[in-house]
């Protein structure tokens, strides 16, 4: 699960990140090799996976905007045995530790905000161990190399990135992808 993450970012570290059906069939169709479901409900999160899974790329769901599934462990033993994404991308660190319990690929998620924000992350990352991390806003190069340098754990940057440029920043300063709903970028 882990090789099969880092091997497709290695073919393309731009990650195609979709909130509709009509982004779906879009993402599917574009040079991403990694989609992530960042909006869905308990109807369609299933067909979205099996979708992308059968495009032949991976997929991976932010289990905290599944609408009508609840935060907890058994909606993550129902994701992870009925739905059966590569991975998924939670914010909650009780979701991480339980995530990694059942041997699911999980990916947390921070919101940078301020130092505070900073420094919480920095120490959840280092005491919790996801699979990987994903930054918002993206178009932090110093806030990435804090990650880079004192975390090991590869780096997802996501949120504001505008262009080529600010894909070249985040990968300078230590990101192994992007994440974006931008579309013009998935063909960077």
């Known amino acids: 699960m882990k090789n099969e ?12 990140a979709i909130k509709t059906s009509e982004q779906l069939e879009r993402a599917i ?6 989609i992530f479901v960042l909006k869905s409900d308990i109807f369609n999160v299933k067909s979205i996976v099996d979708r992308v899974r059968s495009s032949g790329k991976v997929v991976y769901v932010h289990v905290d905007l599944i609408d009508g599934l609840s935060k907890d462990t058994l909606a993550l033993k129902y994701i992870n045995e009925n739905i059966n994404p590569d991975g998924i991308i939670t914010t909650k660190t009780n979701l991480v530790k339980a995530a990694k319990s059942l041997n699911m690929f999980v990916i947390q998620r921070f919101f940078i905000i301020d130092h ?12 919790i161990r996801p699979n990987a991390i994903e930054i918002l806003p993206g178009i932090m190069p110093k806030v990435t190399k804090v990650f880079s340098n004192t975390t090991n754990v590869p780096i997802i940057t996501g949120g504001l990135i505008m262009d080529k440029e600010d894909v070249i920043q985040s990968l300078k300063s230590g990101a192994v992808a992007i994440s974006t709903s931008k579309e013009d970028i998935w063909y960077i």
């Open 5 to 16: 993450f880092y091997n497709r970012l290695q073919e393309n570290p731009i990650i195609a």
């Open 29 to 34: 169709k574009s040079p991403c090799e990694v």
């Open 116 to 127: 505070l924000s900073l420094e919480t992350g920095v120490h959840s990352v280092e005491a």
